[in-house]
């Protein structure tokens, strides 16, 4: 669950990471009022989940109680990128003396947390990466071990941060990685961190993904739930306990297993297809089971063909094949469906499928051909 910055900063402070006093609003009068008891000078910053608000004038300063009903006035409904804005948040405003940046993300490949940290703030960070990666100074860390205070005293003389923010700087990444670990985030990025003429140092904004298989862990979590934009298909998916992904293509698909679910959806794309979904039903097939993930992928109006591959370990096929003729009988689809059926019992399953075939349930018996004949009946390859 991604979160808006002032959700992020909201976390940021529960770990003692500096932030500016502030506080979110949705109208003109209530910007003034948490504008009056912040104290000017103030910036209104637009609350949408997308980078550049800067530049696309979402972010403005204001001086007085005319200039931040102005600004709120503007910015309230503008559209960002295609987000509109609903909310705003007003902080005191800081000087600044210098920009950096910082981040943990987790490093599949090497099997670490990745910390960037770069002198280069303030732009997006891709840039920087592009034009000059050796302003990105970064440090791999061992879950088992952590990041010492050693570690982060060297990563930040490392990063060449004017040495004025040495201290400061250390202390935001040691509490931003406990933010990062014991908060259960995908991602905790702070851009810009900034450096002020008095020496502090401060984080100006927060962009925060919340690891969602960690919600468990988190019933505070809730509270930023319903604000916080989750995907409508992913919500109902959530509600049925189904491990979905939205993506942004035209065939659904459902698989049994995780590695099988990201093969298919790694086969609709070899044969020219784009998969609206990622859709792992688990071990079992029930009937039960398949008609909740029938609906979740009915619900998408951009699902122009259903691809569903089963292949029966413990699940006999016929098991698999009564759960989806089952499941056909409570859902009414909006889109054709092919099936790839294969291992335990894959030809008695078959059997019961063939009794059902029509050019809106069709068999196929590879997982290639099963994804071509998906994509053609989605309207070709794109
Ligand atoms: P983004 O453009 O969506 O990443 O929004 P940011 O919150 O990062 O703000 C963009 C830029 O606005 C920052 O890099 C700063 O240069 C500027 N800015 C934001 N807050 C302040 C502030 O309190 N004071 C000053 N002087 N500039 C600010
Ligand atoms: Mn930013």
Known sequence: MDLFEYQGKQYFARFGIPVSAGDVTEDVDGAVAIAEKVGYPVVVKAQVQVGGRGKAGGIKLANNADEVREHATNILGMDIKGHVVRRIWIEHASDIAEEYYASFTLDRSAKKHLGMLSAEGGVEIEAVAESNPDAIAKLHIDPAEGLTEEAARKWVEAAKLNPQATDGAVDILLKLYRCY?????????????????????????????????????HPEWDEFRGLAQMDPREKLAKDKGLQY????????????????????????????????????????????????????????????????????????????????????GRVEL????????????AEQGR????????????????????????????????
């Open 334 to 345: 909006k889109a054709p469906i092919v099936i790839r059926l294969d291992g335990t019992n």
């Open 245 to 328: 992904v939205g993506l942004s293509g035209n065939v659904g698909v459902i698989a049994n297993g995780a590695g099988l679910a990201m093969s298919t959806c790694d086969v609709v794309n070899q044969v020219g297809g784009a998969p609206a979904n990622f859709l792992d039903i688990g071990g079992g097939a029930s009937a039960e089971v398949m008609a909740n993930a029938l609906e979740v992928i009915n619900s998408d109006d951009a699902v122009q063909a259903i691809f569903i591959n089963i292949f029966g370990g413990i699940t006999k096929g016929e098991d698999v094949a009564n759960g989806i003729v089952q499941a056909l």
């Open 351 to 382: 059997e019961i499928l063939k009794e059902h075939e029509s050019d809106r349930l069709i068999s196929v018996a590879t997982m290639v051909d099963a994804a071509k004949k998906a994509v053609e009946l989605a309207g070709g390859a794109s």
């Open 181 to 217: 670990t014991e908060g259960d985030c995908d991602l905790t990025e702070i851009n810009p961190l900034i450096l002020t003429p008095e020496g502090k140092v401060h984080a100006l904004d927060a962009k925060v993904t919340l690891d969602e298989s960690a919600s468990f862990r």
